[in-house]
């Protein structure tokens, strides 16, 4: 609820009144001033593009270039071109070959590059064979060796047969079955 005090209007002090016309006073003088401002600008273009058009007039125009002799020849056609194109990438083979040997090894030599025709039956790659010739060498020196042990075996088989000869005739007749039984060593 208002009061009968509240409800009068106050009356204005004397700073807001001054304050007032202050803000009044500087309005009106940024609006003259600005519209000053566009005032000039206007008579600057006006004045600009006049003393320019004068001065265009006044101004020589300039001499006329001296013409070109032309001469006329009749085209040649080319019926083509060549363009020279660089491309980056992997070239991929249309067919594939797998090439081994028999026995896994290194090679020596490669007759061929990559790229080359070959023929069937043409030599392509060389083994080396020093691996495969020491291991043969190897396996040469065991087959002497068995054989020197064989050969020691069946001699002292015989040199034993021959002193159980000796030391009891009366059992010789067991010899022979038991050189039956015997496996076959030399075969």
Do not use: C, H, N
Not at 24 to 48: C, D, E, H, K
Not at 160 to 165: A, K, P, R
Request: aromatic share 4%; charged share 20%.
């Amino acid at each position: 609820m208002t009061t009968t005090a509240d409800a009068q209007p106050k009356p204005k002090s004397k700073s807001k009144t001054a304050s007032l016309l202050r803000r009044t006073v500087r309005f009106t003088w940024r609006v003259s001033l600005t519209a000053a401002v566009i005032a000039g600008a206007i008579f600057a273009v006006q004045y600009g593009s006049a003393e320019l058009t004068r001065r265009a007039d006044a101004a020589p125009a300039p001499d006329a270039a001296p013409p070109i002799p032309v001469t006329a020849r009749a085209p040649a056609w080319d019926t083509g071109y060549e363009v020279s194109r660089a491309f980056i990438g992997q070239v991929e083979p249309q067919k594939t070959v797998s090439v081994s040997f028999e026995l896994a090894g290194r090679l020596s030599e490669i007759t061929v590059d990559e790229g080359d025709r070959v023929s069937a039956g043409q030599i392509v790659a060389r083994q080396d064979l020093a691996l495969l010739e020491a291991e043969r060498a190897q396996l040469l020196a065991t087959k002497s060796a068995t054989e020197a042990q064989l050969t020691f075996a069946l001699q002292t088989v015989a040199r034993s047969e021959e002193l159980t000869e000796r030391a009891s005739p009366m059992s010789t007749s067991a010899l022979p079955s038991r050189r039956s039984q015997r496996p076959s060593m030399g075969a």
